[in-house]
């Protein structure tokens, strides 16, 4: 198993003039101690006008930085947003970030998750899975061919060679964002590696394996020429220390998370300046449903979230990315939990790499088939569905 870190840059109120300095920095603190301490991967997500939840509007520039400061952790685009993108700036930023790095870029796909994201760039909710796949078709052949033109429904593009090509031929390898969990199986027949959110279990993460790798072992259905990257990551709340409860106290607002893609999705999009989010997360917090969440997640000691992984482990997940930088979780402590998790818990899963790899491929070459499971009982709501219709549609 590999482990990576996630990142939404996330600034609750109340703000200074120094908090989103604060706050990058820190972050590019934490991904050169993660490197140094042989963490495989740092995730970074793209999202708009997403006050408090996200400020990570230009991710290639944050993973641009990391990359001068690293030297082996790959760097992941968890994800680009394909619908407020055009195609051919995606691919200039992915190809340069790749030669930035030598060849270090993970390219994560995906859609945009709210309203308040999507409309100010002319895209509507309802049609964004349909932009997602011209997309995809007009941009990837881009990172490959010395010239290329595209005309499809949502973009149209004249021959031309957009440059640099990356380091990595075909291009840098693909991943696809899974905040619905049946878009686990669509991630499979598309051919690229799923990055969702932890599972409810692990009888339910099994079902979504076994689905995903007999979509794509089965009823793979490429959109257009591109290398395949089988492959799922999830992500789950981390705090490492040396007692559950010191873990706890350290990650408390981890659930700001959640609460706030709930909140902008379900009630957004709002006038700025008008909502606290942090108090209404605070509000929330006391809520039997805000109560719910608080002992899920990879927080704990070193043997508590050595159990937890053990049970990831089982189910053949990839990769495990860790969700530290989360609400108002201190930098002082992510800091001092990685280390404790690096030097505690993570060489015996990085031990059991090569034992995975055996497995996956001889599933890849249906030498090992698995059960086809149900997933309907082991679904969930998703947290990027409107309340409000109207705003979906307009």
């Not at 704990?300 to 159990?307: F, H, K, L, W």
Request: hydrophobic share 40%.
């Amino acid at each position: 198993m590999k482990f990576g870190l996630f990142y939404e840059h996330q600034l609750p109120k109340p703000w200074d003039e120094g908090s989103e300095l604060k706050i990058i920095q820190d972050s590019l603190d934490q991904v050169e101690l993660a490197d140094k301490l042989g963490i495989d991967y740092v995730w970074e997500v793209e999202h708009h006008f997403l006050e408090e939840y996200s400020h990570s509007s230009a991710p290639e520039v944050f993973l641009a930085a990391c990359s001068q400061r690293t030297k082996n952790i790959r760097l992941g685009h968890g994800i680009i947003q394909l619908t407020t993108n055009h195609p051919a700036r995606v691919a200039e930023r992915v190809s340069t970030l790749d030669l930035v790095s030598k060849g270090r870029v993970e390219l994560g796909l995906g859609e945009g998750s709210s309203v308040t994201e999507l409309h100010p760039f002319d895209r509507r909710f309802r049609d964004k899975r349909a932009i997602w796949e011209d997309a995809v078709k007009c941009v990837l052949p881009m990172f490959y061919k010395e010239g290329w033109e595209y005309e499809g429904e949502w973009f149209k593009f004249p021959m031309r060679n957009v440059l640099p090509k990356p380091m990595q031929r075909p291009h840098p390898p693909l991943w696809v964002a899974c905040s619905q969990l049946e878009t686990i199986v669509m991630a499979g027949t598309r051919g690229m590696g799923a990055l969702g959110f932890q599972f409810v279990s692990p009888e339910a993460a099994r079902a979504w394996v076994n689905a995903y790798y007999n979509a794509y072992t089965k009823r793979l259905d490429k959109l257009t020429d591109y290398q395949t990257n089988p492959g799922i990551a999830i992500v789950a709340p981390f705090m490492c220390a040396e007692t559950d409860e010191e873990a706890r106290a350290k990650a408390e607002g981890w659930t700001f998370f959640q609460f706030s893609l709930t909140f902008y999705n379900k009630q957004g999009p709002f006038v700025p300046g008008t909502v606290n989010l942090w108090d209404e997360y605070q509000k929330w917090k006391q809520t039997p449903e805000g109560g719910k969440l608080n002992s899920t997640g990879l927080i704990g000691s070193p043997a508590t979230i050595r159990d937890k992984l053990r049970q990831f482990q089982s189910t053949h997940v990839d990769q495990v990315i860790l969700l530290a930088q989360a609400g108002k979780n201190a930098h002082e402590d992510i800091c001092a939990g990685l280390e404790l998790f690096a030097r505690e818990v993570m060489p015996e899963f990085h031990a059991d790499e090569p034992a995975h790899q055996a497995w996956k491929a001889k599933v890849l070459a249906g030498e090992i088939e698995l059960d086809e499971i149900d997933t309907k009982p082991y679904d969930v709501i998703s947290l990027q569905t409107p309340t409000n219709k109207i705003k979906a549609a307009e």
